[in-house]
T-cell receptor, first 112, second 113 residues
Framework: DAGVTQSPTHLIKTRGQQVTLRCSPKSGHDTVSWYQQALGQGPQFIFQYYEEEERQRGNFPDRFSGHQFPNYSSELNVNALLLGDSALYLC???????????FGEGSRLTVL | AQTVTQSQPEMSVQEAETVTLSCTYDTSENNYYLFWYKQPPSRQMILVIRQEAYKQQNATENRFSVNFQKAAKSFSLKISDSQLGDTAMYFCAFFLNDYKLSFGAGTTVTVRA
């Protein structure tokens, strides 16, 4: 049973560029959440997707957007990258209504 | 908004000994969930233990146990018989019915051989 998988594992971008991160949820899970974890800090909630719609959103600007596909996989897009967007981006999946989240290993984004 | 505070940035413990990590949180809600997650250098966040606020009994998972004090809004984690593989960053997290986790800043635990 595959867990949550994310790609790419590492990537480097320059300021102003755009990035897309991908997540495949754990088998049987229908809800995907994204978190941003700056170095040495706890993860911060970005948004959650269920039934292909954004259901909850944290305090992140519109430069951060996402998508969920019919197979429940998800993408996180960040436009006009800033140096401060450098972080580990974690994807978590769950069953709708469940209290336990399963996390992937994250995508490490470095913005130069 | 819910806030989670972990006041210990780093803890060091000798192998086979016990270490306790502290966590406090702030909420006006009565029904919620609390978690401890472990994040080793591999980066994957792993659930260690969970506690439902309506349960008075403290949760236990093998060598990991919690001391949940609802009135004091305190949720500490005790790691007994520490092992080298316990070396990781530990996060306390709060989960309300809005389906998002609010994390503390984390405590780095180092187990010494």
């Amino acid at each position: 049973d595959a867990g949550v998988t994310q790609s790419p594992t590492h990537l480097i971008k320059t300021r102003g560029q755009q990035v897309t991160l991908r997540c495949s949820p754990k088998s049987g899970h229908d809800t995907v959440s994204w978190y941003q974890q700056a170095l040495g800090q706890g993860p911060q909630f970005i948004f959650q997707y269920y039934e292909e719609e954004e259901r909850q959103r944290g305090n992140f600007p519109d430069r951060f957007s996402g998508h969920q596909f019919p197979n429940y996989s998800s993408e996180l897009n960040v436009n006009a990258l800033l140096l401060g967007d450098s972080a580990l981006y974690l994807c978590a999946s769950s069953l709708r209504g469940a209290r336990e989240l399963f996390f992937g290993e994250g995508s490490r984004l470095t913005v130069l | 908004a819910q806030t989670v505070t972990q006041s210990q940035p780093e803890m060091s413990v000798q192998e086979a000994e016990t270490v306790t990590l502290s966590c406090t949180y702030d909420t006006s809600e009565n029904n919620y969930y609390l978690f401890w997650y472990k994040q080793p250098p591999s980066r994957q966040m792993i659930l260690v233990i969970r506690q439902e606020a309506y349960k008075q009994q403290n949760a236990t998972e093998n060598r990991f146990s919690v001391n949940f004090q609802k009135a004091a809004k305190s949720f500490s984690l005790k790691i007994s018989d520490s092992q080298l593989g316990d070396t990781a960053m530990y996060f306390c997290a709060f989960f309300l019915n809005d389906y998002k986790l609010s994390f503390g800043a984390g405590t780095t635990v180092t187990v010494r051989a």
